[in-house]
């Protein structure tokens, strides 16, 4: 009684009131394997509640779905993970060797089949797999590729829409081929229509990516310009070179179309012929503009997209009729380089062009022309400038440096000076009289001091005194 009074007093109350307040000791866990027993119980006991049910209460419950407990399986002590890991490798082998085995058999029956003299069948014929005409080894062989040569024809001027549209693509192949009904077969018996066609030389809005995917897609970018190439093979050289003469400009999807043979291509006539400067880069110069407002500059009025090789094909046709039009073009971008190049069929057109010098013509053409006659560019002896270098080079006294000079032009494989004037490649020619017996030139004769120049009256005393004495010796000496 003693000790509990004491503990009472040295308890403290506050510390006291803490542990009354307490929910009591906390029970331990369960362990893995009492889970499982107490899992086992309820199921046991649902299952005998659902045995022990009325048939009123049966039938409700089966109107319902039974709710299946999901099992996890418990791996035990008592598992053999080494023996699973064995049988497995076991059967992924067996399957492999099944399918190994499978594969033999397959190909001891292909071997057998077509070493067997019995054995005649279609699907033993090797496949013919196609291949691009490039890559092929007739393309490759120069007789070939001339006959083909000579069954092409080069159009230009053609208008996109051919690689964007399926109907433009049917009405320029059917207008290529519209002259083939009126030819005749003759002795060779070869029909006459298109053995392929090809597009090149195209703008494309991707250069990423090769030009093939961009064709497939139909990527192209009209901006540039609204034109490109097209390439026809004919089935026959008769049907190829009627359509040069037929086709050539010819109008197809609202185009002038320009045709040449491949392998006889017509060479430019520079009296035919003149030279269009000041033209556009580019048909639509929206992206540009774009940029430019893009960088802070003040925006420029919107104008109408140009069309440069169709404008020059219908403007100058007023002039005379036009054989082709030439605007030149960068390879890769095919961005224009500001000039082109109209040929006429009659010499008379290249007077009435040259009226358009100075001139605009909206919308196609919406900067000033600059028209003037095409100079011949074919090259001649002593027209390069190496020819003309070597010509102005300067003489030397040196005979060393002449030597030297020599020897140079031997290894570079340029002609000497004496070489040049005996070829009379780079000829001097002296204006002046020529003499002869009949000039009537006179001559002044020079004095003895070399000047033709008639001396000065002496001024001075001195001068003029020994002017005199000069004078009296002559008359004495010839006097004497």
């Not at 006539?269 to 503009?289: A, E, K, W, Y």
């Not at 004496?418 to 001559?443: P, Q, Y």
Request: with cysteine; aromatic share 6%; proline share 5%.
């Amino acid at each position: 009684m003693a000790l509990s009074l004491v503990s009472a007093r040295a308890l403290d109350p506050t510390l006291a009131s803490l542990f009354s307040s307490t929910a009591g000791p906390t029970s331990q866990p369960l362990l893995r394997k009492q889970r499982k027993i107490d899992r086992d119980h309820k199921n046991q006991s649902r299952l005998d509640e659902a045995n022990s049910l009325s048939p009123a209460q049966d039938s409700d419950a089966s109107s319902t779905a039974p709710v299946h407990a999901r099992k996890r399986r418990r791996r035990g002590d008592d598992d053999d993970l080494e023996g699973a890991h064995l049988q497995k490798i076991a059967r992924l082998d067996d399957k492999e060797r099944t399918r190994r085995e499978t594969e033999e058999g397959r190909e001891r029956f292909n071997t057998n089949r077509t070493t067997s003299p019995d054995a005649h069948s279609d699907d033993d014929v090797p496949l013919d797999i196609p291949l691009h005409e490039t890559l092929s080894s007739a393309y490759k062989d120069d007789a070939n590729s001339a006959e083909k040569d000579s069954r092409t024809v080069f159009f230009s001027n053609v208008s996109h829409q051919a690689i964007t549209s399926k109907s433009s693509k049917k009405i320029l192949l059917s207008h290529v081929s519209s002259f083939l009904p009126s030819l005749d077969t003759g002795d060779v018996g070869i029909p006459h229509k298109v053995s392929s066609f090809r597009f090149r030389s195209t703008a494309y809005s991707s250069q990423a990516q090769p030009k093939r995917a961009s064709f497939a897609k139909q990527e192209v970018m009209p901006m540039t310009t609204s034109s490109t190439n097209f390439y026809v093979v004919y089935s026959t050289a008769l049907a190829a070179e009627v359509a040069v003469k037929s086709l050539n400009g010819t109008v197809c999807l609202d185009r002038h179309l320009h045709a040449d043979s491949v392998s006889n291509p017509a060479r430019p006539d520079h009296r035919r012929c003149v030279f269009v400067g000041n033209l556009d880069f580019v048909d639509d110069p929206s992206n540009i503009r774009q940029a430019s407002q893009e960088e802070g500059q003040k925006p420029k009025k919107s104008k109408p997209a140009a069309d440069v090789e169709e404008g020059l094909w219908r403007q100058f046709g007023k002039a005379g009729v036009v054989e082709s039009v030439r605007v030149i073009r960068d390879q890769k971008t095919r961005v224009g380089k500001g000039f082109a190049y109209v040929q006429f069929k009659d010499v008379n057109a290249v007077e009435a062009a040259l009226l358009f010098n100075d001139k605009k013509f909206p919308p196609m053409l919406p900067r000033q022309l600059r028209v003037v006659r095409a100079k011949n560019l074919s090259k001649k002896p002593g027209d390069s400038y190496r020819d003309r270098a070597v010509a102005d080079r300067p003489r030397s006294d040196s005979r060393t440096h002449r030597q030297g000079a020599r020897n140079s032009d031997r290894q570079q494989g340029r002609k000497s000076s004496g070489e040049r004037k005996a070829t009379g490649a780079n000829r001097i020619v002296f204006e002046g009289h020529r003499a002869s017996s009949n000039n009537k030139v006179k001559l002044k004769p020079m004095r003895k001091g070399g000047s033709s120049k008639a001396k000065a009256k002496p001024k001075n005393h001195s001068s003029r005194r020994t002017a005199a004495w000069q004078d009296s010796g002559k008359k004495k000496s010839r006097t004497e």
